[in-house]
C-alpha cells in the first residue's frame, strides 16, 4: 500500500514561470492529505492525477500567501464538483477566520460541510488521527505563527514497520523541531520536507525573513535523524538548483530537489 507524497510546488513567495507556490499531496494507503495550498493548487493536482474530491483533509502551515491563496476557490470547485463528506481543516487559528469570511462573503454554497480545527502553533501535540495514520503538530520559527507536521502511519500490521513524512515548512533552523522528530521518531523519520529559501551565503538575509538556507535545512535533517531530506520553497533568485542541492548534500547526503510534479514513495518493509 501507498505512502507518498507529490510535490505540487516548490516556489516561494515571488511569482515565477517555472515554479509554483507550496503544496503537497499525500497518499496514505489511498487517503489522500493536502499539505499547505498555495494559488493554483488544485489545477496542478489534476495535472498530477489527483482529485480534489478525494481529499479527506488539508493542513495548512501558516497564513501567508504563498501556502492558502488557493484553498478557497479549491472549495468552491469541491462544490461545484459534487462533494458530499465532510473535509477538515487545519491550520493556525487566522486560517478559520480567513475560511469564515470568504465563505460568507462570496456565498459559497456548499454541500458538504467544512470542519476547521485551529492547531496550536506553540505545541507538539496529536491533532488528526485516524485508523491508517496519526499527525503532529511541530511549532516552527516564522514571523507568523506557523507548524510543521508529522504523518506516522499507524502499525496495524503485524512485522510491518510504520512509515512516517515530516513537512518543516517556512521557519529558521529549529533545533527544536529535529528533537521532537528524533525522540518521536526513534527509528528516523523516512521522509523529511524542509523549507530552503536561500544559499548559505544569503544566511543574513535567511535570518532577517524567517527562512533558512539549504545548509541548515540540512543540518536539521542530520539533527533529527532523518533518511531523506526533501528541499524547497526556493527563491526566485536561483534558476540552477542544483546549487542548493550540491550544498545541501554536504554535511546530509540524502538531499533530494522537491521537484514539481515529481512523487517520492517509501516503501513498506518488514520490523527486522
Known amino acids: 500500500m501507498r505512502f507518498e507524497v507529490t510535490i505540487l510546488g516548490n516556489g516561494s513567495a515571488s511569482p515565477s514561470v517555472v515554479r509554483h507556490p507550496t503544496a503537497h ?17 488544485q489545477e496542478r493536482m489534476l495535472r498530477a492525477g489527483i482529485s480534489p474530491l478525494k481529499l479527506s483533509a488539508v493542513f495548512i502551515s501558516h497564513v501567508h500567501g504563498d501556502h492558502l491563496f488557493g484553498l478557497v476557490p479549491m472549495l468552491a470547485s469541491m462544490g461545484m464538483g459534487g462533494k458530499q463528506t465532510p473535509l477538515r481543516i487545519f491550520g493556525p487559528a487566522e ?104 544559499a548559505d551565503a544569503e ?17 536539521i535533517a542530520q539533527k533529527a535523524g532523518a533518511k531523506k531530506l526533501l528541499i524547497g520553497h526556493f527563491s526566485t533568485r536561483y534558476k540552477d538548483l542544483g546549487v542548493l542541492e550540491s550544498e545541501a548534500r554536504e554535511v ?21
Not at 508529522?150 to 521557519?171: C, H, I, K, N, W
Not at 544566511?203 to 543540518?219: D, E, F, K, P, V
Request: proline fraction near 4%; glycine fraction near 6%.
Open 95 to 198: 486560517v478559520g477566520r480567513l475560511l469564515d469570511f470568504h465563505l460568507h462573503e462570496f456565498g459559497l454554497r456548499l454541500d458538504f460541510e467544512v470542519q476547521f480545527t485551529p492547531v496550536d502553533t506553540t505545541a507538539f501535540e496529536l491533532v488528526y488521527e485516524n485508523r491508517s495514520m496519526e499527525v503532529f503538530s511541530i511549532p516552527l520559527r516564522h514571523r507568523t505563527p506557523t507548524t510543521g507536521y508529522l504523518f506516522r502511519e499507524r502499525q496495524d500490521e503485524v512485522g510491518t514497520r510504520p512509515r512516517s513524512y515530516a513537512y518543516l515548512s517556512d521557519t529558521l533552523p529549529s533545533p527544536k523541531a529535529a528533537g521532537l522528530l528524533r525522540e518521536t521518531v526513534p527509528q528516523g523519520v523516512d521522509l523529511m520536507y524542509h523549507e530552503a529559501t536561500f
Open 25 to 41: 499531496a499525500l497518499n496514505v494507503r489511498e487517503q489522500f492529505f493536502l499539505i499547505d495550498c498555495g494559488e493554483g493548487t
Open 203 to 219: 544566511r543574513h538575509l535567511a535570518r532577517n525573513t524567517g527562512h533558512s538556507t539549504a545548509r541548515q535545512a540540512a543540518t
Open 252 to 272: 546530509f547526503e540524502e538531499t533530494y530537489i522537491a521537484a514539481e510534479g515529481q512523487a517520492f514513495g517509501v516503501k513498506a518493509e518488514k520490523n527486522l
